[in-house]
């Protein structure tokens, strides 16, 4: 069946009766008047937000999260929104989304000045869900632990204290290091690490010329590279400089959360082969991470903080072609080909390519070197645990 087409004065007309009809809490009209408007796609967030607010009363969660989703394209920052998203998450026992969406409309709220009195029972809700679902998760973090043989007795001070700062009953100050996922504490406060640090950086930098040789073959075929940050629709959106959904930055992963790209291997043996003397950090469905990474003419990064302190970033620079450097916590550093650039990521960085061509480095990470083989697996467990959470 074909919708029929309104105008925008019959939209004008429906959206008034609509609105009318759910004043005096006859969801039923207003859902009648409002759905043809959302169904010619001429609602805006006033009519979506109606009709949302139509749904919740009803108990259809399915509508009320299709106009939550409808009203958070027009704003990302609509707090009621972003409070039935969470709600509905919740509902279809999606805890880990649920909590997402929690927190981003908390934070909102939070920084609001002043918040409406209006929304100041919905936050309430909001928070109350939000501390109902973190204890969830925390019985389900210490089972989780102990199934993969680190039980609170079996936990090393430092891991321990780590978990502690996660769950909030801990506080730790860092100078620099601000990571955005997990903290663990009392790790050096350091910007860069240098290449001469690690034996096994001499055997990935003599393979340079044989990465770049697999590079450049791939680069006659553009389409494998792909914007390098993609909103996930799942989850609130973050505005990161404009580069979200943007080629400007783009990559090509040869391992991608944890797992190879199986359609890739044959075509990057050497760059493979020549990581494998690294100590790559493997955590989970999370990392390692090995991807050649695309700045074009003219683009930046915006400044920004990696998400855990327990691992460093490699870069491997392959195709520099003028100005352009990474900048860590005021520290600028320029890619020299061939040659290593190893630095914490959960510190606040930057990057520019100031020249007329791309800028290409293969980028992976591994484990910092402070940390301890059991702490190294104990991360790997609580993420483990994390990505089975649901």
């Given amino acids: 069946m074909v919708d029929p087409v309104i105008t925008v004065a019959d939209a004008t007309r429906l959206a008034q009766q609509g609105g009318q ?6 969801t039923r009209e207003a859902r009648q008047a409002l759905q043809p408007i959302a169904a010619a796609g001429l609602a805006n967030a006033q009519i979506w937000m109606m009709l949302g607010e139509a749904c919740r009363i009803e ?41 997402s969406w929690y927190g981003a409309a908390l934070r909102l709220a939070e920084n609001a000045s002043p918040l409406p009195p209006s929304l100041t029972p919905l936050m309430q809700s909001a ?17 989780g632990l102990a199934q993969r ?31 955005s996922s997990f903290f663990f504490p009392d790790l050096p406060q350091r910007r860069f690490y240098e290449r001469e640090e690690f034996s096994w950086a001499p055997s990935v930098e003599a393979a340079t010329d044989a990465i770049r040789s697999e590079l450049r073959a791939a680069l006659a075929d553009p389409a494998l590279f792909k914007p390098y940050l993609t909103h996930d629709t799942g989850r609130p959106r973050i505005d990161f400089g404009g580069m979200h959904d943007n080629p400007e930055w783009s990559a090509l992963h040869l391992v991608e959360k944890g797992e190879p790209v199986a359609e890739l291997a044959s075509r990057f043996p050497k760059t493979l082969e020549a990581l494998e003397q690294a100590p790559l950090c493997r955590i989970s469905v999370r990392s390692p991470s090995v991807m050649f990474s695309l700045l074009q003419p003219g683009a930046t990064i915006a400044p920004h903080h990696g998400m855990i302190n327990a691992r460093l970033i490699c870069h491997l620079p392959l195709i520099i072609p003028g100005e352009g450097a990474l900048r860590v916590a005021g520290e600028a550093r320029q890619w020299t080909e061939g040659e290593l650039m190893i630095f914490d990521d ?3 960085h930057e990057a520019w390519n100031n ?14 070197p402070e940390l301890s083989d059991a702490d190294r697996k104990g991360v790997a ?6 990505d089975a959470y649901v």
């Fill in 59 to 99: 108990g259809d969660l399915n509508g009320q999260e299709q106009a939550a989703d409808a009203v958070l394209e027009h704003d990302s920052n609509a707090l009621r929104a972003l409070v039935w998203k969470a709600d509905c998450r919740r509902a279809a026992g999606d805890r880990r989304g649920a909590a």
């Fill in 355 to 368: 020249a007329d061509r791309d800028r290409i480095v293969l980028i992976f990470d591994i484990w910092r």
């Fill in 149 to 179: 043989g680190f039980p609170a007795d079996r936990r090393s001070p430092a891991l321990a204290r780590a978990l502690a700062v996660m769950r909030g009953t801990e506080t730790a100050e860092s100078e620099l290091q601000k990571p």
């Fill in 127 to 143: 928070q109350a869900s939000a501390n109902a679902l973190d204890a969830e998760f925390g019985v389900a973090l210490d089972a």
């Fill in 381 to 386: 467990a609580l993420f483990e645990t994390v």
């Fill in 21 to 26: 009809a759910l004043q005096r809490g006859d």
């Fill in 346 to 348: 959960s510190v606040e």
